[in-house]
């Protein structure tokens, strides 16, 4: 197991979640919009944030990865502080893909802490809500390559701009990230909406998405924490 989580908060870890709540908190009754320095603030944060802060075991994230018996997209719940933000870790394993779906309304900050991968984003030219079959016509915004091992490890995405989104790992390495959402599902009414890429215009950002129902061969697992003491780290 590699997600071990030490008994009592890393300092690091609890200061972010103080940070949040400062800004998120007076926004409760209203629509979340973070303002640029907000963000900013937030992404400064999160990108001090390591694999130790969070109860990874570093050491042993590779071979766990190559585990034939674990899922290709696994996810484990950090902190929930419902109804301001969600704050989890996704491992992807080798070459694995997330199919591009949305989050509609959403502010979503993602860190890299593992591994390397690639992030494309899009903005709907439109304010028509998704429904299956419609083809839609949006912006690529983004599309780089992120790695823990420069400064392309953490990016953002907003309620309008780049909101629809995919992430991949690379051939040869899993991809482990932090994940951040404010305001967070309601778990009732929310839904994500899922798309297939059908054309980019090679000559420009225009591309054509068409929603889709959720992939049947998409399947994400879940994680618990083992508890340990902090006396207790040899294995």
Same mark, same amino acid.
Request: glycine content about 6%; hydrophobic content about 35%.
């Given at each position: ?29 209203? @629509?979340?919009? /973070? @303002? ?17 802060? !969070? ?5 042993? !994230? ?53 591994? =390397?991968?690639?992030? %494309?984003?899009? =903005? %709907?030219?439109?304010?028509? !809500? ?35 989104? @995919? ?5 040869? =390495? ?6 951040? /959402? ?54």
């Amino acid at each position: 197991m590699f997600f071990r989580y030490v008994a009592g908060m890393s300092t690091k870890l609890r200061r972010f979640i103080v940070t949040l709540n400062e800004i998120l908190k007076p926004k409760l009754n209203e @629509s979340i919009a /973070l @303002s640029g320095d907000e963000l900013v603030a937030v992404k400064h944060d999160m990108k001090m944030l390591t694999c130790e802060d !969070l109860g990874i075991c570093e050491s042993k !994230l590779s071979d766990a990865m190559g585990d034939s018996s674990r899922t290709d997209i696994s996810y484990l719940k950090v902190f929930e502080n419902a109804p301001t933000f969600d704050l989890g870790v996704f491992a992807l394993k080798k070459g694995c893909k997330m199919p591009i779906h949305n989050h509609l309304g959403m502010y979503g900050v993602v860190k890299v802490l593992f591994g =390397s991968g690639r992030i %494309q984003s899009y =903005s %709907q030219c439109d304010d028509m !809500l998704p429904t299956i079959g419609k083809l839609l016509d949006v912006n690529l915004v983004d599309d780089r390559v992120v790695s823990v091992n420069d400064g392309s490890n953490i990016v953002h995405l907003e309620p309008h701009c780049g909101n629809i989104h @995919s992430i991949s790992s690379t051939e040869d =390495s899993p991809l482990v990230f932090m994940d951040l /959402l404010t305001p967070p599902y309601d778990h009732v009414t929310y839904t994500i909406s899922y798309f297939d890429l059908i054309s980019c215009d090679p000559h420009s950002s225009k591309c054509k998405l068409k929603v889709v129902p959720e992939p049947a061969e998409f399947t994400c697992g879940h994680l618990e924490y083992s508890v340990v003491a902090k006396n207790d780290l040899s294995e």
